[in-house]
């Protein structure tokens, strides 16, 4: 059984049980997960194996069939409709739930008619009621660790992706979430664009930020998270900390899976010799 029965104190966020279908589809099928304070847990699985749907499951926007979702301890209350439908029991909890998870996406989305700025400092005043002073600061401080101090007064248009996906970084930090969830940040960015990005999640990690990252970048989660989940059509089909899981692979599926990615930005056989954290 890979999730815990008792409620650990540093349970940042736990899953257990949970299902979602799209009509006949199934997509996950009872997933159980969790991850303790400070924990990087890599998300790892084929096109279609349900890596955003989990996300999504777990900020609420998709709702599960059936399962928990524990964040901080807390389980998000869901109630059947007269249909039989599965939803949120309690909307203003959801909302304070999702306001301690940093979601980051793909496809950045930065809202385009704001300056970086702006995007960042956004949800602090306007959900969590911040002094528009003390987000500005706030705001100041995180950009400049993401390398953004030049940008302030850009609006996303005029930003590489790989800025792009930097400034959402800050905006989703600048709620001081408990737990951030990346699902594939560094997927549409052009090849030269992905290190930069890639290096302020690591930086984040050695911060000991709690973060599940979708990627497909077997040599970063290598490097970088804890401890590694392959899932495979809806299942997780191996799990365990991340070295011994990409480097000895168990599963045929989950080998099948890496011998494909060996051609990626950061190849498995080359970071699998290096003993110490790499650079980017
Ligand atoms: N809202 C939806 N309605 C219907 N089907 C959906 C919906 N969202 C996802 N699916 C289907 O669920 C399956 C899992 O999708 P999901 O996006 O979770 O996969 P993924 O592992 O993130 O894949 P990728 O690596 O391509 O991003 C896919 O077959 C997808 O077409
Ligand atoms: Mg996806």
Redesign the pocket.
């Known amino acids: 059984m890979a999730v815990a029965q008792r409620e650990d104190a540093d349970t940042a966020l736990r899953v257990a049980g949970l299902c979602k279908s ?1 009509g006949d ?1 199934e ?1 996950l099928r009872d997933v159980s997960l969790a991850a303790h304070e400070h924990d990087v847990i890599a998300i790892l ?1 084929a ?7 989990l996300l999504r499951c777990i900020n609420l926007l998709e709702v599960p069939d059936a399962g928990e979702v524990h964040v901080g301890g807390e389980l998000i209350r869901m109630r059947r409709d007269r249909r039989g439908q599965a939803m949120p029991a309690d909307r203003r909890q959801v909302d304070r739930i999702r306001a301690r998870l940093g979601m980051v996406f793909q496809q950045f989305n930065l809202w385009s008619h704001l300056t970086v700025m702006q995007n960042v400092i956004e949800a602090p005043v306007h959900v969590l009621g911040l002094p528009r002073r003390e987000a500005v600061d706030r705001a100041h401080a995180l950009l400049e660790k993401v390398g953004l101090s030049d940008k302030l007064d850009a609006y996303p248009a005029h930003l590489s992706g790989g800025q792009e996906q930097r400034a959402a970084i800050a905006r989703a930090l600048a709620m001081e979430p408990a737990v951030m969830l990346f699902d ?1 940040p560094t997927s549409a960015l052009d090849p030269e664009l992905v290190g930069e990005v890639l290096k302020v999640i690591r930086d984040l990690a050695e911060e000991g930020r709690t973060m599940l990252i979708v990627t497909h970048e077997v040599g970063f989660a290598r490097d970088v998270s804890s401890r590694t989940v392959f899932l495979h059509e809806g299942r997780i089909e191996e799990e365990g900390a991340s070295r011994a899981v990409l480097d000895a692979p168990r599963s045929p599926r989950l080998k099948r899976f890496l011998s494909g990615e060996r051609y990626g930005t950061l190849p498995l056989d080359q970071s699998s010799h290096n003993e110490g954290r790499s650079g980017p």
């Open positions: 799209f589809l997509v699985g096109s279609g194996s349900g890596k955003s749907t594939e």
